[in-house]
Each structure stands twice: as C-alpha cells, then as structure tokens.
C-alpha cells in the first residue's frame, strides 16, 4: 500500500524558532512532493512542492529538503510566527496519468509568542 | 493564483435527505476533481476521482450509490449525498487540477462542513 509517514504528529515552538516536519515515502514511483498548510474549517491550500531531481527548494520562509536515497523530505519553517500555527500535511503522487495525492497524517502546529 | 470554489460552506440536513455540494474551479479547466473527506484532527481520505465527461472512480469502500459524483464540465464537479444520516456527518473537500502539464498543482475548495442530525 502506498504511504507517506509524516511526524512529529504535533509540535510546540516558540516565535522565531524553526519548526521541522519530516516524511517518509515507500513508493519510489512518487516523483511529486508538495505540503499543505490547512487553517482550522478551511481547506488546505498549498505551499511549496518539489520534485526528487532537487535537494533542496525554498519560497519565502519555508524549505523543503529532500533525500531522494533515503526517500524522505522535510519543511522547514525560517523565523516562525504565531499566524503559522496550523496543521501541515505532506503528500506525494506519481504522474502517470492518475494525479491522485497520497497524504501524511499530519502535524499540528503551535508557535507560541 | 488558481482558486476552486466550494459551495456551500456549510449545511445542517435531516436524516434521509440529500444533500448537493458543488466544487467550481474559477480560472482554469479542471480535467480532474477529487473529493475527500476529513473527520476531526484526521488526515484527508480520499473518496472519488472524477474526471470531466467520464464516470467516477471510487475508493475502495466508499459507497457509490450514496456518494453521487457527476462532473459535467471542466468547471464543475457535483457531490451528492443521498439519504444522509448524522454517519455522515463530516468535512467534505474537494480539489481540482488540470492534467494537461507534469507537476500540475492540485488546488482544494475551502471545504463543506455536513451536519445531518
């Protein structure tokens, strides 16, 4: 069965500090990344993705890092704020026709000021 | 951005009743729509695929007949929830992507939250 394992499943920083979200895929045939940030009665709304052919991608405050040997990636969030706080949920697919998105249970996240 | 569209954000129905949620893509085709549905502190699950003009594919377990799913236009995907009960009762999301170039970002409504009392 295809899975991506995400943890920690919760997290407590304080403002300014760099929270990390780290996943864990099975599926080499996974070749797209992205992560999702989803606000409580919202849906989630993406971030930043990144495919396997690069280690490393940022935009703005967050950073993906991704090893594609150990098949795992990670968010890291630069200089976090209080309005970051939210659940954060990693995923992957193939894109072999069918763009259907496995996703990691997610992470909770609490910056507190 | 691409922006999709859910309507309604929320609805509070009867048992027995159906319930129609609708998920509009506003500046670009949407070839493909998914629907998940997420229960409290949970991830999201997966409930259908639907392509435009075609029939939907559901995931295994999900009930088709209780789960209509029609995708009439590269704009529009429907989901009805026939004869609801307060099982049902849950988060309803959709997303949307066009399949016409590698990597296309899949972009999700805002969610429809279902009460069936």
């Known amino acids: 069965q295809q899975q991506v394992k995400q943890s920690p499943q919760s997290l407590i920083v304080q403002k300014g500090g760099i929270p990390i979200i780290n996943c864990a895929y099975e599926n080499t045939a996974f070749d797209y990344f992205p992560w999702y940030q989803q606000f409580p009665g919202k849906g989630p709304a993406l971030l930043i993705a990144i495919r396997p052919d690069v280690s490393e991608k940022k935009e703005g405050r967050f950073t993906i890092s991704f090893n594609k040997s150990a098949k795992q990636f990670s968010l890291h969030i630069m200089d976090s704020q209080p309005g970051d706080s939210a659940t954060y949920f990693c995923a992957a697919r193939t894109n072999f026709g069918n763009e259907k998105l496995t996703f990691g249970t997610g992470t909770r996240l609490t910056i507190i000021p | 951005g691409a922006v999709v569209s859910q309507h309604p954000s929320w609805v509070i129905c009867k048992s027995g009743t159906s319930v129609k949620i609708e998920c509009r893509s506003l500046?670009?085709?949407?070839?493909?729509m998914f629907w998940y549905r997420q229960f409290p502190k949970q991830s999201l699950m997966l409930m259908a695929t639907s392509n435009e003009g075609s029939k939907a594919t559901y995931e295994q377990g999900v009930e088709k007949d209780k789960f209509l799913i029609n995708h009439a236009s590269l704009t529009l995907s429907t989901l009805t929830v026939t004869s609801a009960h307060p099982e049902d009762s849950s988060f309803y999301i959709c997303s949307a992507a066009y399949t016409g170039y590698y990597n296309s970002p899949l972009h999700f409504g805002n969610g429809t939250r279902l009460t069936v009392t």
């Open positions: 500046d670009f085709q949407a070839t493909t």
